[in-house]
């Protein structure tokens, strides 16, 4: 197993058009990193640079302390699971996991070794004769890892191996993910998604990636509880935060903002005196926001409702061109539409942004 470090890596097609730079980051061994971000943002593309199918433009890409910027993806140690399973229809369950192996010219025992520890973690053993046509699409996901983990590489990657399966089946495979995790806890892992949850629930650290570079690395809770900007503030987590313009009347251990709708806000951002008057954002998450009676943070009158069971949606108009607010309340409140609402946020769920940017990272 293995450590990564990649510094100051960058991607550039025909010298002129910028996919990612100043990629900047200490991986360790036993972790498992996913990277997340909206479509375009390079997430595979650094995953096929690490791997090696992409050309690294810039920086250097080491792995337990070698440079590999320029060796073969065959001897970089590395097993890759790929959106698509890729297996061999006319091959069984055991021979697809197999193969790799065998080209390797192992021994029959090494192999047999090798697809039944990989059989027995997930759960495959009674599979091994099938062929792929005879398996579930998690199934055949199960297999498309077992066959990265009998060549016991140094890091596994895997590009959104989860995006081609239902709904359920993926809340089950992705359990089986984490699980599998658990019982390689020395194995190195990179996973790339633009499903959140997964992110959130697999993740050793998240990387968000945008804007062609690194926007923050994190815990998934420090990622959720202390974003660093705008941008990750409304990318983790659904819905997105509510971002609610006002100014800074007060400063000190809490700060006190005025809201341009009317409100007032209690943060426990800390500020300093020349930080009165000073224009910023209110971030709060519609889970974090409370009906009240009182002093409010946010009042409106609710447009449409999504009552789930558990929870309910609020969306309030739209004031001008806006992203409309959104409150999620729990329980059902299917009387609400067409009411006026106030709520209200604890100091310590209120975020404060100046120019895109956290204060609380100041």
Do not use: W
Not at 192 to 215: F, P, Y
Request: glycine fraction near 10%.
């Amino acid at each position: 197993m293995a450590d990564l470090k990649l510094t100051d890596v960058a991607k550039t097609y025909g010298g002129t058009v910028d996919v990612l730079k100043n990629i900047n980051l200490d991986i360790k061994q036993g972790e498992l990193i996913v990277f997340v971000g909206p479509s375009g943002c390079g997430k595979s593309t650094l995953l096929r640079m690490i791997a090696g199918l992409e050309k690294i433009t810039g920086g250097t890409l080491e792995i337990d302390g070698q440079v590999v910027n320029d060796i073969p993806p065959a001897q970089r140690g590395i097993a890759m699971v790929f959106q698509s399973y890729a297996l061999y229809p006319h091959m069984t369950v055991r021979d697809n996991m197999s193969f790799a192996l065998k080209l390797a010219k192992k021994s029959k025992a090494e192999i047999d070794e090798a697809v039944s520890r990989a059989a027995k973690i997930l759960q495959l053993e009674d599979y091994l004769d099938r062929l792929p046509k005879a398996l579930s699409g998690g199934q055949r996901q199960r297999v498309a890892i077992g066959r990265s983990i009998v060549r016991d590489p140094k890091v596994y990657l895997f590009d959104e191996p989860l995006s081609n399966l239902d709904a359920a089946l993926r809340v089950a495979t992705r359990i089986e993910i984490a699980q599998l995790k658990e019982s390689m806890p020395e194995s190195t892992m990179i996973y790339v998604t633009h499903d959140q949850v997964e992110a959130m629930t697999l993740a050793s650290r998240i990387v968000v990636l945008a804007n062609k570079g690194i926007a923050q690395v994190g815990s998934p809770l420090e990622l959720y509880e202390r974003p660093k900007n705008e941008f990750v503030a409304q990318f983790i987590g659904s819905p997105s935060m509510n971002l609610l313009p006002g100014e800074i009347v007060e400063t000190g251990e809490q700060t006190t903002i005025k809201l341009a709708g009317g409100g007032m806000a209690v943060s426990a951002v800390p500020t300093q005196e020349a930080d009165k008057g000073l224009k910023v954002n209110v971030g709060a998450r519609p889970e974090d926001m409370v009906e009240t009676d009182g002093d409010f943070v946010f009042e409106g009158k609710v447009d449409i409702i999504e009552a789930l069971g558990e929870v309910t949606l609020l969306y309030f108009e739209k004031d001008g061109d806006a992203d409309p607010v959104i409150g999620k309340l729990p329980g059902i409140h299917g009387d609400l539409r067409g009411k006026t609402v106030r709520l209200t946020v604890a100091p310590e769920k209120v975020q404060v942004f100046h120019n895109g940017t956290s204060l609380y990272y100041r």
